[in-house]
């Protein structure tokens, strides 16, 4: 696309930024024999604030002979733009259009972005399906944490990545220019990628039903394993990071440095997909984060550094590390963050110093307002723990507190939903009752009431979503309850998306169907309230005589089949099934520093989450 086209785009579109490229930090290989569209089904601002795509676009552009480009879901207003001017898709690197790459991925990050792809396809002229594409288009794969329940997607995909893919992209990456070089067939190439750990190939299998819905995965060829064993980076220390990090023209939703301090986490939520499917935990060295952490401020100017993972109070070296990059950072003016800290990690002494640079808000995540309901959750932290954490807070100078809950969780009663406002009300009052002297002006308390949603690889995936009427019934209610906090503000969801993610979070390749269909009725940017279309939905599922109850709204028996069943994510599903069971009785599972519980399969069976 040359200038004068993007010029009379851009006069059309709300945000010109997000499409111009440009950005400081950027790279543009002059000589390449292999082009990689790394793709993002969202807004530039969302994409750009994903740690995973940055580590992958510095990964494969430090391949020899390899460019890789950004591209991210245009804004309906570009849309419209691109269609009216007949112009294709284009990366932000060289305005190539999507459709010229060799290769084209995408992050399959929230089930509710899957529609994009559709858009992104279709803008880019690039059939949906795998089995309508041939060598003369790009060949497609996927990847992320989505990537676990590949099922509702795999029809367009032509691979998909399970785990991660610091190693596992550049081997995809060279088995494609192996398979080019020999002159092979696209069956040849799938037959390669294959043979690559952690790579799953659809097409090389058949999903098979009966009146009961879903039965089984058959593999068609030997050529594919009859399972897929999700890839684990082994040494995380020593793995590539963001390299000298993109900095953004426009404000992004995370604007700052992200400092990967661990990967994977020893509490064993049972709700918490990313808890079972990042085992185990691989930690970062301090030499080496202080070192990153150097570097991304210098070739950045950020301000801020976000020390970032699951959980970063349990990075075993946290008392020693923070301080030193707080006194470093501290002479450049540049703030350290913590994005969400556990109630039950003892921070009084860091958190005083974080205030000496800038104040800003802290985020704990009880989950649930009862000690039972937390039991059952296996969230290991107490009424106590959380009024111990924001007293260190306000005492020190704090005064935004935002607290994460969810509703609808296994064995819930309205006693439970109650104590959401109880513990909201107990930590207002915590603070108003302090000396003046002692705390700041107002509390800015939010409470975010996100709804249950069951995921794969969990203690519940099995569990039966609230169907939408309860779901609103209880948010009446703590509505309500709420009332009286003071400084306090209630924010919670549509009831009807995080059914509908509960759908595609367990569906199976039925749902492909369904998806095609919403598309064809306009549906894009589904989390995004203005454009949400539930009735389009509820007609797509209808037109392919499904509903979403019977994915999202049925408990699920221990003993049946399910759709991610040839997925291995390393966890078995006998620990699993230990931990649901553990749940329905309130029984909690000791954090994995303590000793280990036994969820890794026979080939991980020598790893431990904390060494």
């Known amino acids: 696309m040359n200038d004068q086209v993007l010029d009379r785009l851009l006069s059309r579109v709300e945000k010109p930024a997000r499409y111009i490229g440009g950005e400081y930090n950027m790279q543009v290989k002059a000589e390449a024999d292999l082009r990689f569209a790394l793709c993002f089904p969202d807004v530039y601002e969302i ?38 001017a007949g112009e294709e898709l284009f990366t932000l690197e060289t305005r190539a259009p999507l459709k010229s790459f060799d290769i084209v991925g995408f992050s399959l990050l929230y089930e509710m972005c899957y529609s994009n792809i559709l858009t992104m396809l279709e803008l880019g002229h690039i059939p949906f399906l795998s089995r309508d594409r041939g060598l003369e288009y790009p060949l497609l794969v996927a990847g992320g944490p989505c990537a676990v329940n590949p099922e509702p997607i795999a029809p367009f995909f032509d691979a998909v990545v399970i785990g991660d893919g610091e190693e596992a992209e550049p081997e995809l990456v060279n088995a494609y220019r192996a398979s080019r070089a020999a002159g092979e067939t696209k069956r040849q190439l799938l037959e390669r990628l ?161 205030q000496s640079v800038r104040k800003a808000g802290l985020t704990f995540a009880p989950e649930a307002g009862t000690q039972r309901m937390r039991d059952v959750i296996n969230k290991n932290v107490t009424e106590e723990d959380l009024l111990r954490a924001c007293s260190d807070a306000f005492e020190s100078g704090w005064t935004g507190v935002k607290l994460y809950f969810m509703i609808g969780l296994p064995t819930e009663t309205d006693e439970d939903v109650l104590g959401i406002a109880e513990l909201a009300k107990k930590v207002s009052r915590l603070f108003y009752s302090m000396p003046k002297e002692k705390r700041g002006k107002g509390l800015r308390l939010t409470v975010s009431v996100s709804t249950f949603v069951p995921k794969p690889h969990t203690a519940f995936e099995w569990c039966a979503q609230d169907e939408p009427e309860e779901i609103r019934r209880k948010q009446r209610l703590l509505v309500g309850a709420m009332k009286g ?77 399910l759709p991610w069943g040839h997925v291995d994510v390393v966890v078995t599903e006998a620990y699993l099934k230990k931990e649901y069971e553990k749940a329905m009785a309130a029984q909690t599972t000791k954090d994995c520093r303590q000793g280990c519980n036994g969820c890794f399969g026979r080939a991980y069976a020598d790893h431990r989450c904390f060494a």
């Open 47 to 84: 994409g750009m604030s994903h740690l995973g795509s940055r580590i992958l676009y510095h990964v494969l552009n430090g391949m020899e002979g390899v460019r890789c480009e950004r591209c991210f879901a245009p804004w309906t207003d570009m849309e419209q733009a691109l269609k009216e």
């Open 485 to 561: 906090v003071r400084g306090g503000e209630l924010h919670y969801h549509p009831s009807f998306l995080s059914v509908l993610e509960a759908a595609f979070s367990r569906g199976d390749r039925r749902l492909a169907e369904v998806l095609l269909r919403a598309h064809g009725k306009g549906c894009r940017f589904d989390s995004w309230s203005e454009h949400f279309k539930p009735v389009a939905w509820q007609e797509a599922f209808s037109e392919c005589g499904l509903t979403v109850a019977e994915y999202a709204h049925r408990q699920r028996a221990l003993t049946e089949p």
């Open 194 to 354: 294959a043979a690559i750990p952690g790579v799953y190939v659809p097409s090389f299998y058949e999903a098979e039903y009966d009146e009961h819905g879903f039965k089984a995965i058959r593999r068609l060829t030997d050529k594919a394993p009859e399972k897929v064993t999700r890839r684990v980076l082994e040494n995380l220390d020593k793995a590539p990071f963001v390299g000298r990090q993109l900095v953004p023209h426009m404000q992004i939703v995370h604007d700052r440095v992200a400092l990967e301090v661990m990967r994977g986490c020893t509490r064993g939520c049972r709700f918490c997909q990313a808890g079972y499917i990042y085992r185990p935990v691989r930690e970062r060295s301090e030499r080496t984060l202080l070192a990153q952490a150097e570097e991304l401020v210098r070739c950045t100017g950020y301000d801020e550094i976000s020390l970032l993972s699951l959980s970063t109070g349990d990075y075993s070296h946290l008392h020693e590390l923070l301080p030193e990059v707080m006194d470093r950072m501290e002479k450049k003016r540049v703030s350290v963050a913590l994005p969400s800290l556990r109630i039950d990690s003892l921070l009084k002494d860091e958190l005083d110093k974080m």
